[in-house]
């Protein structure tokens, strides 16, 4: 089967059995994960209205028979959430009995019913090769990108080097050497946490015999070998920001800065070197098992070792990159020093609520944790922060609602995932399926974040090649599967900065608009609406845990 033929069928596996079942225009609504649950999983869906409907029954109707299989009484709504909620009353519903394998809706008295959903053990079994879609159409030069045409041909014009390749980072075509290195990085340690099982886990749909979110990451190695071509060269971005930015809405290959005027902007900095040195250390360890990739291998830790000497000599600070490298670079050689040194670094970091390509605290204290105990204890106080604050929430959500705010709910989840894989501790299991649910459709929008997958999902991301198409008639809608966008924002802040971006009138989830946070579906709504690179990534990592 190709990629695009499994792309379709994705869609369609997530759409077809839910067009009958849409929420109607009444005063209830149902928000469900709408790609389904886990047999064994607590499965919660929260029901929003404005009248009171404690003590009102509930039902779930399998799809397949017609029949109800589980009927309840809805509990007593949740009390102080009124800024998580636009609606006066938001119940939780519990149908956690239910385990046997099937479709689903959940109905009400007044015969409401949420979108469709699956209870099913693989339920996540094809997200990766969805999330693995938007990659490839994110993929910049002669790489054989999805979607477009081979593109940027000529990066860069000021330098006598080929750096082609690469993604481009998110909205536009700029390429970020941080958001290469992270974007790589957490596809590598989605493999690498299942290398005892991947060709069992990972889909080849190419058939070349390396998993496919592999030969992704190699997309992101190749051009990262590029960008530091000597000791006295690192590019850390090959783009200018007034060219792209000053085009409009273009295809990559129809960029005028295809050909000309794509410079290449160079700079020794602690933090892009330090995440530069971990991701070519991890690389290291992958391929010096593939016999046709040793030399590859060499390659990518000899790179990891001048990137990571040379950060340690450029300032202070960014000790969570130095403290990940090295720890990279001791499960790359064993040698004792690095682990010495990680130890270090990590001493001079605390617990952190955010994680994303900016802060890699918890991804440190998850990759050290395994050789330092402290390390893992302050992964615990992390994710017990995470947990906390997700509990205390009516959806689950887990941080601030900021930029990209999405994406680092995912990565606390993640945290949540790496504490346990250390420890066996499962204390922390509500807030890796709340941040899941979450994703996938519990949360006051009733949409699930994930373009191309579930009933209702993004159809208009602030994408130059989605918007393209969709111009041009190639897409009925502004999307491309398996992007993530940047997600809800803080609302005052959206009120004070950004409300010019959406003209009155274009808001279709207006009713469902919180005083604590705003979720556009524009294309023009690019806070809330860009997808970047290392969002999918991040959701692969994700829901790698998901393959055992």
Request: charged share 25%; glycine share 6%; net charge positive.
């Amino acid at each position: 089967m190709n990629r695009l033929v499994l792309v379709l069928s994705i869609i369609f596996f997530s759409t077809t059995f839910s067009n009958n079942n849409l929420c109607s225009a009444k005063e209830n609504f149902i928000r469900v994960n709408q790609l389904g649950y886990l047999g064994k999983d607590v499965k919660l869906a929260v029901v929003s209205s404005n009248y009171n409907l404690e003590g009102k029954k509930f039902s779930i109707r399998d799809l397949n028979t017609k029949k109800f299989v589980f009927n309840d009484k809805i509990e007593s709504a949740v009390p102080g959430v009124e800024r998580q909620s636009s609606f006066t009353f938001n119940h939780i519903i519990d149908f956690s009995p239910i385990e046997a394998r099937g479709s689903y809706r959940v109905e009400l008295e007044d015969k409401t019913s949420s979108y469709s959903f699956e209870i099913r053990d693989h339920a996540y079994r094809y997200m990766i090769d969805s999330l693995l879609h938007f990659l490839r159409a994110q993929r910049c030069g002669n790489t054989k990108p999805e979607l477009h045409q081979p593109c940027h041909l000529h990066d860069a014009t000021n330098f006598s080097l080929d750096l082609s390749g690469g993604w481009h980072d998110a909205g536009d075509f700029l390429k970020f050497t941080r958001s290469e290195s992270y974007t790589t990085y957490t596809l590598l340690l989605s493999y690498e946490i299942n290398k005892a099982n991947n060709s069992k886990f990972f889909s080849d749909l190419d058939n070349n015999g390396t998993a496919d979110v592999l030969d992704e990451a190699k997309t992101g190695l190749d051009y990262l070998v590029k960008v530091y071509p000597d000791e006295k060269t690192f590019v850390y971005l090959v783009g200018d920001f007034k060219g792209d930015h000053s085009q409009g809405v273009r295809m990559p290959e129809d960029d005028k800065l295809s050909k000309t005027n794509r410079p290449a902007l160079v700079r020794f900095h602690r933090n892009e070197l330090g995440q530069y040195a971990f991701t070519m250390a991890l690389a290291s360890t992958i391929f010096r098992d593939m016999p046709q990739y040793r030399n590859k291998s060499e390659q990518y830790l000899k790179l990891a070792k001048r990137a990571y000497n040379k950060a340690k000599t450029l300032g202070t600070g960014e000790y969570d990159k130095l403290c990940l490298a090295a720890t990279e670079l001791y499960i790359a050689t064993k040698k004792i020093d690095y682990l010495g040194e990680a130890k270090r670094f990590n001493d001079k970091l605390s617990s952190s609520n955010w994680g994303n390509w900016s802060d890699n605290t918890n991804l440190a204290h998850a990759r050290l944790g395994s050789f330092y105990k402290k390390a893992a204890d302050k992964l615990r106080r992390s994710v017990f922060s995470f947990h906390n604050t997700s509990l205390n929430h009516l959806f689950g959500y887990s941080v601030k609602y900021e930029w990209s705010g999405l994406y680092v709910a995912i990565s606390s989840a993640t945290a949540s995932w790496f504490y346990k894989s250390l420890t066996n501790d499962d204390s922390y299991d509500d807030l890796t399926r709340r941040i899941r649910d979450y994703l996938l459709g519990v949360n006051p929008w009733g949409i699930c974040f994930i373009s191309g997958l579930g009933t209702q999902n993004p159809e208009n991301i602030h994408n130059n090649v989605a918007v393209s198409l969709k111009r041009s008639g190639s897409l009925k809608i502004g999307t491309v599967t398996g992007a993530i966008p940047g997600g809800p924002f803080k609302r005052t802040e959206w009120e004070e900065k950004w409300r010019h971006l959406v003209p009155k009138g274009e808001d279709k989830y207006a009713e469902f608009q919180t005083l604590e946070a705003v979720y556009f579906d524009h294309a023009k709504a690019y806070p809330t609406n860009e997808p970047c690179i290392y969002g999918s990534s991040e959701a692969i990592l994700f829901f790698s845990f998901y393959l055992k």
